[in-house]
């Protein structure tokens, strides 16, 4: 049976489809029913160029679609202008046009540079993402954000651009590093923890099955993420705002990634903002200390830190309010009133902020 979900984008009324596969096998079919198989680039890293990159390429070429592969040094350090000027020297050298399609192969940061050289090369060419880090899976695919970093600025150039489809091979999460898929579990855990409690039970139930990378319960885990997050954004055309729901952990989050000079992953800084902001909202009597505690015990299920140690609460939440400064308005955080439920809320005191640091 084919597994797919169809994401509808509002503006456009299109809707482009996910697939949630074992293996590659399909992909070369999918991309000739779309008619988007006469010429591919594949844009992948040099870590997962040696793994998926040649022999998709192989796959690709093997069913006749013509197809080249670009490599970059992994790493955020390659999101710059440079690596996308590299990318259209490739697609002008091998000839592509606005019937060729660009192929993301790889985690994140492959589909932000990826995607932002097809939204721009002759006005926009056919984009394909193939996302091989859980982060990517469950995050990048929906949404269509794509870009690149600027002068120290994260995401500072980059635009919308919808991909043609996504196609999602949840085995590839077999040769990701560990720390990667825990920390990318974060963000899955953040979804539950935000819109629905029937998955934060399912996540409870089945650790054991996620952990040990089962098939079954990864494609179910990243479709119902996939679902959370389209339901999300979709609803956000009609109910203003409640896309900031996804910045749940996030306030904490950012704040304790740059304050510790961003040596924990993202999704690592993520699951210490969301222990905070469960804190904080059981301070502020929003949940019980039994609901606080079901996230903490949730996080640790997944390996995932719930707590910083060694570092000044004043620092970090100066480094919040220069982020606030930056973005110009009041600091906001987004706290549970339940499990599956939060509020976006200002109305927050320096005082509860630094007691949410203290244990206990
Ligand atoms: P993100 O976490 O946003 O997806 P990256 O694109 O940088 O960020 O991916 C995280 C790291 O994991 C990178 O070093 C990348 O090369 C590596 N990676 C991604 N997918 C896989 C995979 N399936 N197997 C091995 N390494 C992978
Ligand atoms: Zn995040």
């Known amino acids: 049976m084919v597994e797919q ?40 890293d040099s870590n997962i160029s040696p793994i998926y ?12 679609v013509e197809t080249y592969l670009f490599v970059f040094k992994a790493g955020e350090k390659s ?40 939204s721009t090369f002759m006005r926009g060419i056919h984009f394909v993402q193939v996302p091989t880090s859980l982060l990517a899976q469950v995050d990048s695919s929906v949404g269509g954000k794509v870009g690149v970093d600027y002068c120290g600025s994260k995401n500072i150039i980059g635009s919308f651009y919808q991909p043609e489809l996504v196609y999602t091979n949840v085995n590839t ?29 399912y996540l409870e139930e089945k650790a054991q099955d996620i952990l040990e990378l ?12 996939c679902c959370i997050k389209a339901q999300v954004v979709q609803q956000d055309e009609k109910e203003q705002g409640l896309r900031a729901i996804l910045n749940f952990g996030h306030t904490f989050g950012h704040a304790i990634e740059s304050s510790m000079n961003f040596s924990l992953l993202h999704g690592e800084c993520v699951a210490i903002g969301m222990a905070l902001a469960c804190k904080l909202a059981y301070t502020k009597k929003m949940i019980t200390y039994e609901e606080f505690m079901r996230l903490v015990n949730l996080l640790k299920l997944y390996k995932l830190p719930t707590e910083i140690k060694g570092v000044d609460p004043d620092k970090i939440y100066e480094e919040m309010l220069r982020d606030k400064k930056q973005m110009n308005n009041k600091l906001k955080f987004i706290l549970p009133t339940g499990i599956g439920k ?19």
């Open 53 to 64: 990159g040649e022999q998709l390429k192989e796959l690709l070429e093997s069913c006749g």
């Open 173 to 201: 999460l077999k040769t990701l590093p560990e720390r990667e898929f825990l920390a990318g579990l974060a963000e899955v855990i953040k979804h539950g923890m935000i819109f629905d409690y029937d998955f934060f039970v």
């Open 5 to 44: 979900l169809n994401i509808l984008i509002e503006e456009s009324k299109k809707s482009y489809p996910i697939y949630f596969e074992e293996d590659f096998m399909r992909l070369p079919i999918v991309l000739k029913e779309k008619k988007i198989a006469n010429k591919v680039l594949i844009v992948t």
């Open 79 to 118: 999101k710059n202008l440079d690596t996308i000027e590299s990318i259209y020297e490739q697609c002008l050298k091998h000839r592509l046009d606005r019937t060729s399609t660009l192929i993301a192969l790889g985690g994140g940061v492959t589909g932000d540079i990826a995607g932002f050289a097809a």
């Open 342 to 360: 939060v509020i976006q809320t200002t109305d927050v005191t320096k005082e509860e902020i630094i007691e949410s640091f203290k244990d206990g």
């Open 214 to 225: 089962k098939a079954d319960a990864l494609k179910y885990l990243v479709k119902k993420n």
